[in-house]
C-alpha cells in the first residue's frame, strides 16, 4: 500500500497542500495532455488532490473519474469538483481498457520503486490501446522520505531504464519544467507522456 506516513502527511495537512496547489494556473500541461485525446474522452485522474486537474478536465467536456488514497483529500475534492471522488491507493486499480487517458500528475511519485513498477503495469492494462498516460516526478535521482513523505525522484536516464518493462508504452513527449507553485520555481520536475501501442 501506499507509505502510511504519506497518508498520514496528506490527511494531516489537507488545508496547506490545497491552499499550495488548487489555484495553481497548469494548463499549460494539461492542454497538452487533452490535446492528444478524442474530444469525448474518459481521463481517469489518478492521485487527484485537491481536484485542480480534474475541475478542469470537467469544465473542458471531458468525462473524468478521480480518485485518491487521502480520505480528507477526497472529501475536499469531491465538494471541489462536484463529483464523487474514490478514495483508492494505486495499487487497487483493478480496470482494463477503460480509459483514453490516465493523469497521474504528482501522485504515483510517492510510490517506492518496486511499488511503482506494479502501479505502472497497472495502469498499462487501464487505459485503452492508443491510450495516453501523463505523469511526472521531481527531477533527480533521489528515492526515500524527503518531508515527512516517500518520494521515488527520476531523470531521463533513471526513467529510461525504467521504461524498458514496458514495451507496450512509447514515450511521447519529455520535457522538464520547474514548480508551478509561488516561490518554488527552482524546484525542477520531469514530465511525461507515454502511449500505448
Known amino acids: 500500500m501506499q507509505n502510511s506516513n504519506t497518508l498520514d502527511y496528506y490527511n494531516q495537512k489537507t488545508e496547506e497542500f490545497i491552499d499550495a496547489t488548487v489555484n495553481v494556473d497548469f494548463s499549460q500541461t494539461q492542454d497538452r495532455f ?28 471531458f468525462k473524468v473519474t478521480a480518485t485518491d488514497g487521502s480520505e480528507e483529500l477526497c472529501k475536499f475534492a469531491s465538494e ?20 483514453d487517458g490516465i493523469w497521474a500528475c504528482s501522485s504515483i511519485l510517492h510510490l517506492n520503486y518496486s511499488a511503482l513498477e506494479e502501479v505502472m503495469k497497472k495502469m498499462v492494462r487501464a487505459v485503452k490501446n492508443g491510450g495516453i498516460i501523463y505523469t511526472s516526478f521531481k527531477y533527480g535521482k533521489f528515492e526515500g522520505e524527503r518531508n515527512g513523505r516517500y518520494f521515488t525522484d527520476m531523470d531521463e536516464e533513471k526513467f529510461n ?3 524498458k518493462q514496458f514495451p507496450e508504452l512509447k514515450l511521447e513527449e519529455l520535457w522538464v519544467t520547474g514548480d508551478v507553485r509561488p516561490g518554488r520555481g527552482a524546484e525542477k ?9
Open 80 to 99: 471541489f469538483t462536484g463529483i464523487k471522488v474514490k478514495q483508492l491507493f494505486f495499487q487497487e486499480l483493478s480496470e482494463i481498457e477503460t480509459y
Open 161 to 163: 531504464v525504467f521504461m
Open 189 to 197: 520536475w520531469l514530465n511525461l507522456i507515454l502511449r500505448k501501442s
Open 34 to 61: 487533452l490535446k492528444l485525446l478524442p474530444s469525448v474522452a474518459h481521463i481517469l485522474d489518478f492521485g487527484c488532490g485537491s481536484g485542480r486537474d480534474t475541475k478542469y478536465f470537467l469544465d473542458k467536456g
